[in-house]
């Protein structure tokens, strides 16, 4: 059974903090993944692909741990505007029918 | 550039009453097509899935279906609605060589 897991939070964070999300995956053979982005009663935007060396982009580090079946997220220095729900997504099949969203985690973070 | 859109946004139908959804991809060509719907507290459970017209992959048994009339035009539709049809529903595209997916700005189904 192919599964994405990830803490639905919420994770309440001041203004400046770091924080991160954890997703862990079911099926070894999983071959790319994905954090997206879900502002409320909107639709989830992509915010970066994570590969196995890990990337950065801006105040934003996404980081896989094959061995350990998962992905993380970091984000420094919040901001408000980073309130949101995060959602893990895995490619196990190498086509795009083949993606497995985790439920979200959702944070706020505040003033 | 790409862009999708969906409509209507937001829609409330008696249960019993027909329903219709309707996404539009512009900027691509043969792009693969993807019907999602999101409940609440639930994750992304995909409907349907397009490689291109009139080829539409079912993942759920369900009383939805899809069809795919032009290739840049993907529809959901259902002749009879339930109150378990309720949700978001989210149109996607994507490239044929690639392996992730751009959302439509979703539509809100409340079927009281």
């Known amino acids: 059974r192919k599964e994405v897991e990830q803490d639905p939070g919420p994770f309440n964070v001041p203004e400046g903090a770091t924080v991160a999300f954890n997703c862990t995956y079911s099926?070894?053979?999983?071959?790319?993944f994905f954090w997206y982005r879900q502002d409320c009663r909107k639709e989830p935007k992509l915010l970066m692909s994570v590969y196995s060396s890990g990337n950065e982009d801006g105040r934003f580090t996404a980081q896989l741990n094959r061995a350990s079946q998962y992905i993380s997220l970091l984000i420094r220095d919040s901001k408000l505007s980073d309130s949101a729900t995060y959602l893990c997504?895995?490619?196990?099949?190498?086509?795009?029918?083949?993606?497995?969203f985790g439920k979200g985690t959702k944070l706020s973070v505040k003033p | 550039s790409q862009t999708i859109h969906q409509w209507p946004a937001t829609l409330v139908q008696p249960v019993g009453s027909p329903l219709s959804l309707e996404c539009t991809v512009e900027g691509t060509s043969n792009p693969n097509l993807y019907w999602y719907r999101q409940a609440a507290g639930r994750g992304l459970q995909l409907l349907f899935y397009s490689i291109g017209i009139d080829q539409i992959s079912s993942e759920v048994p369900q009383n939805l279906s899809a069809s795919r009339p032009q290739d840049r035009q993907f529809i959901l539709s259902s002749k009879k609605l339930l109150l378990s049809d309720s949700g978001f529903y989210l149109c996607?595209?994507?490239?044929?060589?690639?392996?992730?997916?751009?959302f439509g700005e979703g539509s809100w189904l409340t079927v009281v």
């Open positions: 996607a595209w994507g490239w044929n060589s690639g392996n992730t997916i751009y």
């Open positions: 997504v895995v490619n196990y099949g190498g086509s795009q029918g083949n993606l497995i």
């Open positions: 099926n070894s053979a999983s071959q790319s």
